[in-house]
T-cell receptor, first 115, second 114 residues
Framework: AQSVTQPDIHITVSEGASLELRCNYS??????LFWYVQSPGQGLQLLLK??????LVQGIKGFEAEFKRSQSSFNLRKPSVHWSDAAEYFC?????????????FGKGTKLSVKP | EPEVTQTPSHQVTQMGQEVILRCVPI?????FYWYRQILGQKVEFLVS????????KSEIFDDQFSVERPDGSNFTLKIRSTKLEDSAMYFC????????????FGPGTRLTVL
């Protein structure tokens, strides 16, 4: 069955430090992969996505993610975290059949940023 | 930039009552979705809708749930007889085309069933 695992429930980093949020997926075909961010009281905003091609994808707000098929991973990174990055981050994989008819989400990683 | 909107932002209802959650997708989008997020849990797919019919639905989407696009702009989720466990944040999403495209999410409606 398709699934997404985000092993870290809560991460705290200092402002200016680098960040890596982990995401592992289980999926039968080539996945469509997404990272969304949710600020308190807000909806889900797309940070970046991977469909095919270059395995390193750039997103908004200085985020990037790397698709590693051999490790079934799609980790999110940012070289220098800002206080405004504090939010919850969700990794998601596109639905079965090679479509993205429905997204399967991980449980999310809450990011706190220390001044 | 166009965005998905949802109303109300918060709905409180009594158990057994019917609720209708409303969404206005982005205007040129063709695929519509509902997801829910119970507090502290992951976002879960409920249903997808295309060409005025349900494309896919999850096990959560039982006979108590229905969706409708009554007027070409609104997309609604109806829960016929709410249960305590229906309390959650409900997100609407829309997508322009099939394939290499992105689902855009609304801000959500928080449903509280008492």
């Amino acid at each position: 069955a398709q699934s997404v695992t985000q092993p870290d429930i809560h991460i705290t980093v200092s402002e200016g430090a680098s960040l890596e949020l982990r995401c592992n997926y289980s999926y039968g075909a080539t996945p469509y992969l997404f990272w969304y961010v949710q600020s308190p009281g807000q909806g889900l905003q797309l940070l970046l996505k991977y469909f095919s091609g270059d395995t390193l994808v750039q997103g908004i707000k200085g985020f990037e993610a790397e698709f590693k098929r051999s490790q079934s991973s799609f980790n999110l990174r940012k070289p220098s975290v800002h206080w405004s990055d504090a939010a919850e981050y969700f990794c998601a994989v596109g639905g079965y059949g090679g479509s993205q008819g429905n997204l399967i989400f991980g449980k999310g990683t809450k990011l706190s940023v220390k001044p | 930039e166009p965005e998905v909107t949802q109303t109300p932002s918060h709905q409180v209802t009594q158990m057994g009552q019917e609720v209708i959650l409303r969404c206005v997708p982005i205007s040129n989008h063709l695929y519509f979705y509902w997801y829910r997020q119970i507090l502290g849990q992951k976002v879960e797919f409920l249903v997808s809708f295309y060409n005025n019919e349900i494309s896919e639905k999850s096990e959560i989407f039982d006979d108590q749930f229905s969706v409708e696009r009554p007027d070409g702009s609104n997309f609604t989720l109806k829960i016929r007889s709410t249960k305590l466990e229906d309390s959650a944040m409900y997100f609407c999403a829309s997508m322009r085309e099939w394939g290499s495209d992105t689902q855009y999410f609304g801000p959500g409606t928080r449903l509280t069933v008492l």
